[in-house]
């Protein structure tokens, strides 16, 4: 798969291998669900009255405002362990200008303290939800940490506003054991044709 335009892949030491998947508007990333709710959501800073629930409220008229020096941040902590396809940021720089993120960095880990950088996105002028897949070596990225920073916005502007956060998980088949049908646990593209008896 190929890099798309304005992207970059700073991970090349991540273990697993250098990132394949990178964000793209076509990119089909199957059946998934959203697993924001399951999550603790922390922010670095807010300004009274555009704190989390602004980021989750899903109205583009409403949005989180920051309050404090860059990286602004925004961390999601889960119970468990979760596989992650992507996550969706809805930014508009006709409404906020120099309040609008311009690069995006994406971490991912089992903890706050071993993130690692997935994707650093630049964000150019977007009008509406922007998609950055978390796809590594095909496969979805694993963890209990998923965090957003704004590393810079346009204009050199200080404080950003977001206007909706989304995380995505894929969505598990339940069939029953005794089924033909049911799931092999492949989650390659390159494996699923092999998951069912013919």
Known sequence: MSMSEGESDTSTSLEEQAVE???????????????????VWLLSSS???FSVDALRDDNPDTFWQSDGPQPHLITVQFHRRM???????????SNDESYTPNKISVR??????????LRVVDFEQVEDWRDVSLYVSDQPYAGFVIQVA?????QNGRDSHLRGVRVFSPRPRLTSPL??????GFVTRDFLQYEFLR
């Open 179 to 184: 089924s033909s049908e049911a799931p092999s």
């Open 150 to 154: 704004i590393l810079t916005n346009h």
């Open 83 to 93: 596989l992650f396809s992507h996550v969706s940021i809805f930014a508009s720089f």
């Open 108 to 117: 991912v880990g089992s903890s706050i303290n071993d993130l690692k950088e």
């Open 47 to 49: 300004k009274q009255g």
């Open 21 to 39: 998947a990178l964000a793209a508007p076509e990119f089909d990333f199957g059946d998934v669900r959203e697993v924001g709710e399951e999550g």
